[in-house]
Nanobody, 123 residues
């Protein structure tokens, strides 16, 4: 599975962005998909994940209520809607497909990674 993340950019604090993650070469409709982020000089951290069907989602506490992960398996695409963005959300955001169908927060469960898209929030 090859993943392509897009939709990043520069936004003011309080603004919104929607990231997209599209799979090519083969579908990821049987896999859970997650979003991670990595700020400069810091380790990559979990943000959100969604089950294969879209029926279950899980988020890191710092984005709960502000970010929404969703998927359209017909389009082979997973989205991350980010609202009320804060300066501390600034990072490179990566999407990844898990080895299994269920939501997980463990980075070691994710096998296939996209190239990352930069999100910069100005204060």
């Amino acid at each position: 599975v090859q993943l392509q993340a897009s939709g990043g950019g520069l936004v003011q604090a309080g603004g919104s962005l929607t990231l997209s993650c599209t799979a090519s070469r083969r579908t990821f409709s049987n896999n859970a998909v997650g979003w991670f982020r990595q700020a400069p000089g810091k380790e990559r951290k979990f943000v959100a994940s969604i089950s294969w069907s879209g029926g279950r989602t899980t988020y890191v506490d710092s984005v709960t209520g502000r970010f929404t992960i969703s998927r359209d398996n017909a389009k082979n695409t997973v989205y991350l809607q980010m609202n009320s963005l804060k300066f501390e959300d600034t990072a490179v955001y990566y999407c990844a497909a898990a080895r299994g169908p269920y939501t997980t927060r463990e980075i070691s469960d994710f096998l296939y990674w996209g190239q990352g898209t930069q999100v910069t929030v100005s204060s």
